[in-house]
C-alpha cells in the first residue's frame, strides 16, 4: 500500500505540473533517464525550474525514492517548493516538506505553508542537521519511519494541495526582487542542498552507478546559476 500511494502521488503531481506548467528537456538530463530512474523538468512564467526524479528500485532494492523542487524566476523572491521521500514496502524511512524562504525567512508564502500545515505532527520527527537549518523554514516538515497509511496519507494530500497553491500564488512576487539577489540566494540553498551526504549515500544504495551518481549531484538535482 506505501508504495501504491506514493506511485499515485508521483502521478498527480505529474498531472498538476503538466496543467500548469510547460514540460522542456534540460541539457545533459538524458543520461539520467533510464528503466528505474526518471527525471523530467518543467519551466512557467512564474517558475524557472520545476524538478521531478524519481529512482523506482522496488524489484532491485525494495526501494522507492522520489524528489520534487520548484524554483521560482530569478526577479522572484519567492521561497522553493521542496518534497522528497524514501520508502521500502513496509515504511517510508524518511520525507521532508518545504517552503524554503530565500531572501525572506519570513516570506508571506513560506507563512503560508506554516498555516496550511501546522496542524499536522508527525509521529516521529527527524533532527536536521546544521546545512539544513540554514536554508529550510521553521515549519520544515520532517517526518521519518511512517508506518501507518492515515499519516503517509495525509503527506501526500499536503504535498498535493501545497504544489497547487505554490504553483497558484508564487506568481504574485514576479519582479518584485533583484535578479542578483536571487540568484545569490538560489545558489545558497543549492550549496547547502549539495552537502547533504545522504543523497548521493542513498542513491548508491538504490543501486545508481557510482559515476552518474557524483555528476547527477554536482550538476542536475541541484545546479548553481
Same mark, same amino acid.
Given at each position: 500500500?506505501?508504495?501504491?500511494?506514493?506511485?499515485?502521488?508521483?502521478?498527480?503531481?505529474?498531472?498538476?505540473?503538466?496543467?500548469?506548467?510547460?514540460?522542456?528537456?534540460?541539457?545533459?538530463?538524458?543520461?539520467?533517464?533510464?528503466?528505474?530512474?526518471?527525471?523530467?523538468? &518543467?519551466?512557467?512564467? @512564474?517558475?524557472? /525550474?520545476?524538478?521531478? #526524479?524519481?529512482?523506482? *528500485?522496488?524489484?532491485?532494492? %525494495?526501494?522507492?525514492?522520489?524528489?520534487?523542487?520548484?524554483?521560482?524566476?530569478?526577479?522572484?523572491?519567492?521561497?522553493?517548493?521542496?518534497?522528497?521521500?524514501?520508502?521500502?514496502?513496509?515504511?517510508?524511512?524518511?520525507?521532508?516538506?518545504?517552503?524554503?524562504?530565500?531572501?525572506?525567512?519570513?516570506?508571506?508564502?513560506?507563512?503560508?505553508?506554516?498555516?496550511?500545515?501546522? &496542524?499536522?505532527?508527525? @509521529?516521529?520527527? /527527524?533532527?536536521?542537521? #546544521?546545512?539544513?537549518? *540554514?536554508?529550510?523554514?521553521? %515549519?520544515?516538515?520532517?517526518?521519518?519511519?511512517?508506518?501507518?497509511?492515515?499519516?503517509?496519507?495525509?503527506?501526500?494530500?499536503?504535498?498535493?494541495?501545497?504544489?497547487?497553491?505554490?504553483?497558484?500564488?508564487?506568481?504574485?512576487?514576479?519582479?518584485?526582487?533583484?535578479?542578483?539577489?536571487?540568484?545569490?540566494?538560489?545558489?545558497?540553498?543549492?550549496?547547502?542542498?549539495?552537502?547533504?551526504?545522504?543523497?548521493?549515500?542513498?542513491?548508491?544504495?538504490?543501486?545508481?552507478?557510482?559515476?552518474?551518481?557524483?555528476?547527477?549531484?554536482?550538476?542536475?538535482?541541484?545546479?548553481?546559476?
Amino acid at each position: 500500500m506505501i508504495w501504491e500511494r506514493l506511485i499515485r502521488l508521483e502521478k498527480d503531481i505529474v498531472e498538476v505540473l503538466n496543467r500548469s506548467l510547460v514540460e522542456y528537456k534540460e541539457p545533459g538530463m538524458e543520461r539520467f533517464n533510464k528503466p528505474g530512474w526518471t527525471n523530467r523538468t &518543467w519551466s512557467s512564467m @512564474s517558475i524557472r /525550474r520545476a524538478h521531478v #526524479d524519481v529512482v523506482d *528500485a522496488r524489484e532491485t532494492k %525494495g526501494l522507492w525514492m522520489a524528489h520534487i523542487c520548484l524554483f521560482p524566476m530569478l526577479e522572484n523572491g519567492g521561497p522553493i517548493y521542496g518534497f522528497d521521500v524514501i520508502a521500502g514496502k513496509n515504511k517510508v524511512t524518511g520525507c521532508f516538506h518545504d517552503f524554503s524562504p530565500l531572501l525572506k525567512k519570513e516570506h508571506p508564502l513560506t507563512r503560508y505553508f506554516i498555516e496550511e500545515t501546522k &496542524w499536522f505532527k508527525p @509521529s516521529k520527527e /527527524r533532527e536536521l542537521p #546544521d546545512w539544513a537549518k *540554514a536554508i529550510f523554514s521553521e %515549519g520544515m516538515i520532517a517526518a521519518g519511519n511512517i508506518t501507518e497509511f492515515k499519516e503517509l496519507n495525509q503527506l501526500c494530500e499536503l504535498a498535493i494541495s501545497n504544489l497547487n497553491s505554490y504553483i497558484d500564488k508564487i506568481g504574485h512576487y514576479n519582479s518584485d526582487s533583484k535578479k542578483e539577489d536571487v540568484i545569490r540566494a538560489q545558489n545558497f540553498y543549492c550549496e547547502h542542498q549539495q552537502q547533504n551526504p545522504h543523497t548521493p549515500r542513498t542513491m548508491k544504495s538504490l543501486g545508481l552507478p557510482e559515476e552518474d551518481i557524483k555528476l547527477f549531484c554536482a550538476d542536475n538535482l541541484f545546479p548553481k546559476i
